[in-house]
């Protein structure tokens, strides 16, 4: 037999426990379900209060010694008493309340098999009315037993709280409705499937405990047991594949969950969010304000809302977002990921709108700013659909995957760091955003801008440099648009409180020679260690944001200064000592990636001259050839936008680490390379 639940009930004093207990008993006393603990105090049995059984001290010292009591306690000069009998209430199937204590809870939880804490609540004004109301206490008394901190809820028990905020007859009905919700138990099991990120439950089409059919549908379901809850949507079993008194969990859910299985778990329905009206209200093109975005977001990022909804509200975002709207999203999402604080005058940072293969400026101005002084903890990404993003050609050299305490380490030692930003500002609502946006397409500027800054925020930058590339096949179509989208970045700045440069740039052609994380890294070594075949392109595109950044130090103070000071740190082999101690101190690769041994050159099919270089279609011949997981695998271009060329000479190498990689992105290359010779 399932044994029955313990109910244990526990607020302040004035939140009407005893009227809520006295409302349930006279509706499911007789119902054969549920016995009302009668406890043994240390109180005459005419002091008021709730019925109880009345002994004096050494009546219940020796009840005690005894063994009569399943939990005792002492509050307010007074002992409490359960009776141990209701142990065998419980094995019977029979569910117990018993008015209680906070304080025993954690010794409680291992003498019952089934233990809920219902925990009454009430606002402070309405306790002080009640207690005032009692006429025992004074309003000191009062306001000293409000002010007390009442001890937390131990790790792992089912906690249920009922509001008693409005009359009796209202408060004992949520209370009645909280315990009948709790008795309808479900075990846990584990199911042989897996669904990746989807979050599914499977009920048995013949449950035992309730309707399962009634919970299919669009909407989603709360599972909850032992201080622990998850979301998730509902799919039925046929009878036979599972005990029709449970509910079974994917992998993924059952492991987020963390309980064993066979722990009973109750299922309740997610409550209509309450932000719905609101986001109605942008998906019929209207505007929301920071309250309506927060109230909004909040429920997305709790699963309140089936992925339609959440579609369409995205779409709809990604149609209009006035610039009030950018920034009230920006100061959302910033709330939703933990921020980093530095004890620092300048905390400098950098983003780039992306798009442009190669481009790997930030590896190199990082150690820069950091060889001039000023702190940079720089977070970057890995690629998505390009060859490469900053975080993998770092990860050629050093461990990128650093959590918030590292990147203090790293730069209290090295002034900087080049992180992988999935650690560190990445948030629940990025994995449910992008869930739903990347196979949507969904790619609005102005909502990247809220995303961009708001994780900025919560790296604790003051000052950011967005490099803004435009062209016809960068994510920025034009220079107008890129004008705009300057503003917009440096306005929403500067209602956060950042200070914002947003620069457009020449988004046209590859910048550097590698694309694929081995050679865009030797590419930044080149520029760093001033090799002749460094990219003149990189160097003076770091250059170029690198004078911006250290003209925010107040000793440098203008741009034609801090240009020849980046420089002077560039040439001396000051920022590449810099990159060094980075490397170290985020943790240095045994042996850095090398571009991969196998290779194949392109070649020109006719002379003249390159009119045309489409990086998106190079940078895929560098996916197919391995790049981003092979680290090695990538494309080394050997001729570059405007230059001559003859029939014959190399257009780029491929680089690849398997052999049949290489054929692969040969014969892709036969088929476009990417570049346009007239």
Partial sequence: ????????????????????????????????????????????????????????????????????????????????????????????????????????????????????????????????????????????????????????????????????????????????????????????????????????????????VLGAADYLGPGRIDIAGRGRSIRAEVALADPGTLAVDSVGLTHEVFDRLGLPEGTPVVLTRTPTPASRAALRTKIRGGTLDEADYARVVGDIVEGRYPDAEVSGFLVAADRGLDDAEVLALAKVRASFASRITWDEPIVADKHSMGGIPGSRVTMVLVPIVAAHGLAIPKTSSRAITSAAGTADAMETLARVDLDADDVRRVVAQARGCVAWNGRLNHSTLDDVMNAITRPLGLESTRWSVASILSKKLAAGATHVVVDLPFGPRARIK?????????????????????????????????????????????????????????????????????????AWDPAIGDRETARRRAEDLLGSGAAREALDRIIVAQGARSEPVRPGRLTRAVVAERSGTVTDIDGFAVAGIARVAGAPLDKSAGIDLRARLGDMVSK???????????????EAAARLATQFCGFTIA
């Fill in 1 to 208: 037999m399932t044994p029955g639940v313990l109910f244990f009930v526990v607020g302040p004093s004035g939140s009407g426990k005893d009227t809520l207990l006295d409302g349930a008993r006279a509706v499911l006393g007789g119902s054969g379900r549920f016995v009302f603990a009668r406890r043994v105090i240390t109180r005459p049995a005419d002091a008021g209060g709730e019925a109880h059984e009345a002994v004096d001290a050494a009546t219940f010292a020796r009840l005690q010694q005894d063994g009569a009591f399943l939990i005792d306690w002492t509050a307010h000069g007074l002992s409490y008493g359960v009776p141990a009998r209701v142990v065998d209430e419980l094995a019977r199937g029979v569910h117990v309340v018993a008015n209680g204590s906070r304080a025993v809870i954690a010794d409680l939880l291992a003498r019952v098999p089934d233990l809920v804490v219902v925990e009454v609540t009430a606002p402070l004004d309405i306790l002080a009315a009640r207690l005032a109301g009692r006429g025992r206490e004074s309003a000191d008394v009062i306001r000293t037993r409000l002010e007390r901190t009442t001890p937390p809820v131990p790790a792992g028990v089912t906690v249920v709280r009922v509001a008693n905020d409005a009359t009796p007859p209202v408060g004992i009905e949520r209370f009645i409705a909280a315990l009948e919700a709790q008795t309808a138990r479900l075990r846990l099991a584990r199911m042989p499937l897996s669904a990746g990120s989807r979050a599914l439950a499977v009920l048995p089409r013949d449950s035992s």
């Fill in 478 to 550: 034009s220079a107008a648009e890129a004008t705009a989208l300057a503003q917009l970045f440096e306005s929403v700045g500067a209602g956060l409180g950042l200070f914002v440069e947003a620069v457009p740039t020449d988004g046209t052609a590859p910048i550097g020679r590698g694309i694929g994380p081995a050679l865009e890294a030797r590419d930044v070594l080149w520029v760093l260690e001033n090799d002749p075949e460094a990219p003149a392109d990189l160097r003076d595109k770091v250059l170029h944001f690198a004078s911006r950044i250290l």
């Fill in 648 to 662: 014959g000479d190399a257009l780029f190498v491929i680089h690849a680490g398997a052999a049949s990689d290489l």
